[in-house]
């Protein structure tokens, strides 16, 4: 009955605010026009150039079986850290390089595949779902943050925190769904480019959607947010979209406390690339409860390692 009232109750709620967001934009057409161009170009500038080749020519590999071949150096390495297999090294790898959310995409690929458990798959997420240095270094660091040092510090702390956060979830066990992945795993035999390209182009659109309608949200939210001190309300921008967040973060703190806060926010990632995490991993069913868990654990051991680098270099 409990549940039943909870559901209710988080369905209204949710109705209320749908029809506040669209009532705002018949209020304000232009204002949410522009929004949604923002999240747009955010998207096809720090996503699109990396997301969409390394979904394609991952998918391409893993119909191959060349993976298992290219990473059987890194066996006992992410054997002995993480209790995963060699080609775990594949997603992390692609992760660090490329960012948000092309790791969860190449582990679902693996999955789907028949190359890894489930089991295997929830562990890997802790350590190979991470934003990339062209965002982090290059878009953050040294763009919105004018600083390239900056930059350095949130990328060393937000991998060397996967890392660890890699080893913490080393042990976990989910539910494996048996029939389920055996029949996956016949189904990804034959190498096909035209189903190829049209699940690369509907990741990337599903990517850029999600993260235009989180710019939208967190716009809808802008007159609840003024309520607050800047400094608060860039904070929470930034748990919703990270993008949106840091560029707020500049303007708000000194470099010092940016960097600390950019490096939790970007390793938590936000809401909005927690649902694109979720749409990226349809066939693994992902315990969303735990990715979250992850993610915040992720994020805080981050930013410890970040303090202690801002101590010593910024």
């Not at 204002?31 to 991952?58: C, D, E, K, M, R």
């Not at 990339?132 to 949130?154: D, E, K, R």
């Not at 016949?186 to 190829?196: A, Q, R, Y």
Request: aromatic content about 12%; hydrophobic content about 50%; charged content about 10%.
């Amino acid at each position: 009955m409990q549940k039943i009232v909870k559901k209710n109750l988080y369905s209204n709620l949710l109705a209320i605010f749908v029809v506040y967001i669209l009532l705002n934009m018949i209020i304000f057409p232009k204002f949410y026009i522009q929004q949604t161009f923002a999240g747009i170009t955010a998207w096809a500038i720090n996503v699109l150039p990396s997301l969409l080749p390394f979904i394609f020519f991952s998918k391409i590999l893993s119909s191959l079986n060349l993976i298992d071949k290219i990473t059987k150096i890194f066996q006992k390495p992410f054997k002995k850290l993480f209790n995963t297999p060699a080609i775990s090294s594949y997603s992390f790898f692609s992760s660090v390089i490329s960012g948000y959310p092309v790791g969860a995409k190449i582990t679902e690929e693996l999955y789907s595949s028949g190359k890894i458990t489930r089991t295997d798959a929830c562990k890997m997420l802790s350590f190979c779902s991470t934003s990339g240095p062209m965002f982090i270094i290059g878009a953050v660091g040294a763009g919105m943050f004018n600083s390239t040092l900056a930059g350095y510090i949130m990328f060393t702390s937000h991998v060397l925190g996967a890392f660890l956060n890699g080893i913490i979830y080393r042990n976990i066990k989910v539910k494996e769904f048996d029939l389920e992945f055996k029949q996956i795993e016949k189904e990804n035999k034959k190498l096909d480019i035209s189903s190829i390209v049209l699940d690369t182009a509907l990741s990337v659109i599903s990517v850029g959607t999600i993260i235009a309608i989180f710019f939208v949200i967190v716009s809808s939210l802008s007159p609840i947010f003024s309520l607050l001190p800047n400094n608060i309300s860039a904070v929470l921008s930034g748990l919703f979209e990270i993008t949106k967040g840091c560029i707020d973060l500049s303007t708000n703190f000194s470099l010092f406390m940016a960097t600390l806060i950019g490096t939790f926010i970007i390793s938590f990632g936000g809401f909005s690339t927690l649902l694109q995490t979720q749409a990226m991993t349809t066939k693994l069913k992902l315990p969303i409860g735990l990715y979250c868990l992850q993610k915040i654990s992720h994020a805080l051991l981050s930013t410890v390692i970040a303090f202690v680098l801002c101590c010593l270099f910024l």
